[in-house]
């Protein structure tokens, strides 16, 4: 009896590490994640160039798809439109299974912030930046309470507490530096390399 | 079950699953939206 628990066992434990190790695999090189899974570069889609946009056409897209430069892989994420500018978040950052899950955010956080978002399927170049203070955390706050969940006082209080804590992460995704000044895209890297030094 | 039995059992199942995943669209997504589920419920 004890080895056919430990079989059938075996097998449920077969079943999720192939299910896992197939959809990861599956999406790796897909342009475009899946919705859990991530997946390879962003590369169809007008790329966008010139001012932004009005954001607040965003209010009615759900989710977009976000692009990591290093290491190259995009994944699905909430989108906010908050003070003319966009933000996304990136939730369950204290738990172990959240750590696992997005591991892209500690990534930008760290430096590889370089990004490409894919909006109603056109590419926007940005830069992740995180916004951890500061009075625009209300407005995000509000923003994703009210986009994503009951959007009452209690849920605003709960987003911003959850904020505040760490528990959710929020980005914003800001111009890239070389958009904002074109200059900066034309620099000696080598230069630019020895003033850090 | 005897072991060979038992991982040739494994291994059949192994190569239909991965291959139903890949080549039904539905079926993967489903499996995808229970898993989401689960990290939404547990992930915290």
């Known amino acids: 009896m004890l080895r056919f628990i430990v079989q059938v066992i075996g097998i449920v434990v077969l079943v999720g590490a192939v299910t896992i190790t197939t959809l990861k695999i599956d999406y790796m090189d897909a342009d475009g994640p899946s919705i859990l899974f991530p997946g390879g570069e962003l590369v169809t889609g007008e790329l966008h160039s010139g001012p932004d946009p009005d954001w607040t056409f965003t209010d009615d897209i759900p989710v977009i798809e976000l692009q990591l430069d290093g290491p190259m892989s995009s994944r699905r994420i909430f989108i906010m439109e908050s003070g003319g500018k966009i933000y996304v978040p990136s939730g369950y950052m204290q738990s172990f299974l959240g750590r696992l899950w997005k591991d892209w955010a500690f990534q930008a956080a760290e430096g590889d912030d370089m990004a490409v978002a894919r909006i109603n399927g056109i590419r926007y170049e940005r830069q992740l930046i995180r916004i951890s203070e500061g009075e625009v955390i209300n407005g995000i706050a509000q923003k994703l309470a009210k986009k994503y969940s009951a959007g009452t006082p209690e849920a605003v209080a709960g987003t911003i507490k959850s904020i505040n804590n760490g528990d959710t992460w929020i980005f914003e995704l800001a111009p890239r530096p070389s958009i904002l000044d074109p200059r900066l895209s034309t620099l000696d890297p080598q230069e630019g390399a020895s003033d850090e030094n | ?44």
């Not at chain 2, 939206?33 to 419920?41: D, E, P, R, V, Y």
């Open chain 2, 1 to 44: 079950m005897k072991t060979k039995n038992y991982l040739i059992l494994c291994a059949v199942i192994t190569v239909i699953w991965s291959a139903t995943l890949i080549l039904v669209p539905a079926v993967s997504d489903t499996v995808e939206q229970i898993m989401i589920g689960f990290l939404s419920t547990y992930a915290r």
